[in-house]
C-alpha cells in the first residue's frame, strides 16, 4: 500500500513538472509612466485605483495570446488587466503576489502564531487566473524553524516535508520579473 502512494506522488510530481516546464516561453514587459497608462482605454475600477496610489505600471503578454496586459502594481496589489472589448479590465488582484518569468503568479504569505508559509501559484485561462497549486507549511512543534516533525500540505493533502520542499521547487525555478 505504502509502494502505491509513494508511486502515485512519484507519477503526479513527475506529471506536474511537466506541466510547469512545458513551456519555454518567458514574458518580458515594457515599464509605463503615469501619464501613458492615464491614456490608455481603462475601466472606472482602474481608474479608481489610480486616483489613490500608484507604485509602477507596465504592459506585457502574461498568456502569451500576442496581446499585452496590463500590470499595475501599488504598494498592496498586484493587478493584472485584461483588454476586453477594447477596454482593460482586471482580472487578477492580489496581496503578496509577484509575477513570475513563465507568467505564472506567485501568492507567497509568510505568518507567524506558530510560524507558517502560504504559496499559491496561479496559470491564466479563459480571462481570469486559476489556482494550479497550493502549498502550505506550519510549524507544529513551535521550535521556529521547519523540520520534519511540522505540518505540510499540497492542495490541502497532507505531505513530508520531503514532498513540500520538492513541488515548491518545481516553481521556484523561474525568477520573478514584477
Excluded at 514587459?29 to 472606472?44: M, V
Excluded at 472589448?85 to 509577484?98: A, L
Excluded at 497549486?133 to 505531505?159: A, P, T
Aim: hydrophobic content about 40%; some cysteine.
Amino acid at each position: 500500500m505504502k509502494k502505491r502512494k509513494i508511486f502515485a506522488l512519484l507519477f503526479a510530481l513527475f506529471f506536474l513538472q511537466a506541466c510547469v516546464t512545458a513551456s519555454d516561453n518567458t514574458v518580458e514587459g515594457k515599464r509605463i509612466t503615469l501619464s501613458e497608462l492615464k491614456a490608455l482605454p481603462i475601466t472606472s475600477e482602474i481608474q479608481a485605483v489610480l486616483e489613490e496610489e500608484i507604485g509602477e505600471a507596465m504592459l506585457m503578454d502574461m498568456n502569451f495570446d500576442g496581446n499585452d496586459e496590463l500590470i499595475i502594481r501599488t504598494s498592496i496589489d498586484l493587478l493584472i488587466c485584461e483588454r476586453i472589448e477594447n477596454e482593460f479590465e482586471i482580472v487578477y488582484s492580489g496581496t503578496y503576489s509577484v509575477i513570475l518569468e513563465n507568467g505564472m503568479i506567485q501568492y507567497h504569505r509568510p505568518g507567524g502564531a506558530p510560524l507558517h508559509d502560504d504559496y499559491i501559484f496561479y496559470v491564466y485561462g479563459q480571462n481570469e487566473y486559476k489556482e494550479k497549486i497550493s502549498l502550505s507549511r506550519y510549524d507544529g512543534n513551535e521550535d521556529e524553524q521547519y523540520d520534519e516533525q511540522d505540518v505540510y500540505f499540497l492542495n490541502d493533502s497532507k505531505v513530508t516535508m520531503g514532498e513540500w520542499n520538492a513541488s515548491l521547487q518545481l516553481y521556484q525555478i523561474y525568477d520573478v520579473i514584477f
